[in-house]
């Protein structure tokens, strides 16, 4: 006959479900509003809904001003992610494998537009294109901004998955006979996998998602979708807002579900 737990300990996993469930409601429940209010029927962004409908992702979908500003969102995420994660993995590498004295100031210099303000660091590179004569005219400077930003999650991530590789497996293969640029490929590769996936990720969606660099650097005629946005709720206050929030949602669910369906969520290590 098993013995029931005492009352206190009841009172305390009961009191911990109710705080767990709290936090999942307090993040999930603005999620499931702006889904519910991009369905709306009505004229206007309300909650609840008046009546269920697509109409307004069918307004999002022919406005061209949105589909140009995701267009540009994807595509300057995806120069961003791949640009740090080849700077993130070479300063990893560095950093945990190469570097003696200089581990820590290399470290702290990577990590530093973590420790920054986003904005503080968009007007110091505003300055720095203006007086190198650079400026905005072109997709530059938004990339270096957006780097900026995403390196140091690439760099953590690769980090860790190094701190915790066994640096001997690549030295056994190195004994054998494999060339260092074979050993990387063959063995360390692999095993940081986890880490770069999960940087690459992070980047990815930060990026997207970027609002204070996007809006101080972006060239005259380019916009990305926080931006657009942002302009569109100046003026107008209809679904199609909600209905824009609700498809980033979405494509941010597609990268997590494809990383899941590649290499699968349990083999990434966070941090």
């Known amino acids: ?28 429940l603005p999620i499931a509003i702006i889904v519910l209010m991009s369905l709306n029927a009505g004229e206007f962004m309300t ?52 570097a003696q004295r200089l581990r820590e100031p290399l470290r702290m210099l990577l990590m530093m537009p973590l420790m920054l303000p986003e904005i503080l660091t968009a007007i110091a590179l505003l300055f720095f294109l203006y007086a190198s004569g650079i400026g905005t005219r072109t997709m530059f400077g938004l990339v270096v901004g957006h780097v900026l930003v995403t390196l140091p999650y690439v760099f953590t991530n690769v980090a860790s998955a190094l701190y915790n590789q066994d640096a001997s497996l690549e030295q056994a293969a190195r004994s054998l006979g494999a060339s260092p640029w074979r050993a990387f490929r063959r063995v360390t590769l ?40 942002f302009d569109y709720l100046r003026w107008d206050f209809d679904p199609t807002a909600a209905a824009v929030s609700t498809v980033s949602i979405v494509l941010t669910l597609a990268v997590v579900v494809w990383v899941d369906r590649t290499v699968g969520l349990r083999s990434l290590r966070f941090g």
């Open 1 to 28: 006959m098993t013995r029931r737990a005492p009352l206190s300990y009841r009172i305390a996993d009961g009191f911990g479900l109710f705080y767990v469930g709290a936090v999942y409601a307090f993040l999930l």
């Open 47 to 98: 909650f609840p809904p008046q009546g269920i409908s697509l109409r307004w992702f069918g307004a999002l979908f022919v406005n061209e001003a949105f589909m140009r500003a995701i267009r540009s969102s994807l595509l300057l995420a995806a120069i961003a992610t791949l640009i740090s994660s080849v700077i993130g993995i070479a300063g990893a590498l560095y950093v945990v494998r190469y």
């Open 190 to 229: 692999p095993l940081i996998k986890p880490g770069i996936i999960t940087g690459a990720l992070f980047a990815f969606v930060i990026s997207f998602d970027l609002f204070n660099m996007s809006l101080l650097l972006k060239g005259i005629g380019m916009t990305t979708l926080p931006l657009q946005l």
